[in-house]
């Protein structure tokens, strides 16, 4: 997305959000505008530098009332958009806990710990504990590539890699495979291991899992627990120009 806000003549249209106006360009969703200027509103498989994939739901806002999208509404002068509300808030909560018991996720154990939006996003949601009954699937741990490692415990389905690594790396290593509660992350070769295919550390989907699943290895703690980067302020004071 555009980070620059374009004034076309004349006041640039807004609309508010949680009482305040927010500018906005032309095309922008709600999430786009919120962002440039600094304002959270919570999201896991939006990414600025990609195309709305609308599947988390936790950026659900109501506009002018109505459920919506916030990765996929676009802005439009005059909109009313509620975010930071107790109910819209407890739906978030619930979303989160919900992918907490349906993936394994030992934060204290994971290398992302600190700089995981899954974990940032549940202490802003001020989520304390799981509530619903663990799943523990079985899900496997790929340590074949040499530089790369593959946690699937963690993976909340956002499909961040599968769109870098075949928008922007042009390598199509990943896919979702399975419906339902039986999707999961496929890797694309043919024994189905990283080692396999032609991923390299420095390509974008080695860097852009919100959680701790594509980690690189000999990294782990090169910065130590309470120095990362939610250890120094929460998600939603880390807004603008901050793409995860
Ligand atoms: Fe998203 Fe990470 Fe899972 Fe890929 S591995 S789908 S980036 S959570
Ligand atoms: Fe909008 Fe995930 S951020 S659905």
Partial sequence: MSRELHQEGGAWPSFTLDGEEVPFNPGDTILQAATRVGRYIPHLCWHPDFPA???????????????AGACTAKASAGLDVESDTEELNGHRKTLLQMLFVE????????????????????YEMGMEGPHFEEFYPSRPVDASHPDILLDLNRCILCELCVRAS?????????????????AHLLVNSASGRLADTAMALDDRAAHICPVGVILPK???????????????????????GNPS
Avoid: M
């Fill in 53 to 67: 994939h609308g599947s988390c739901r936790l950026c659900s806002v109501k506009v002018n009332g109505k459920p």
């Fill in 103 to 122: 993936g394994n996720h030992f934060c204290p154990s994971c290398e992302k710990s600190g700089n995981c939006l899954l974990q940032a996003t549940a």
């Fill in 166 to 182: 075949r928008d922007v790396d042009g390598k199509n290593v990943f896919a979702i495979g399975g419906h339902g509660i039986r």
């Fill in 218 to 240: 000999r990294q782990g703690f090169v910065t130590p627990i309470g120095q990362r980067r939610f250890d120094a302020k929460p998600v939603s004071e880390q807004v603008e």
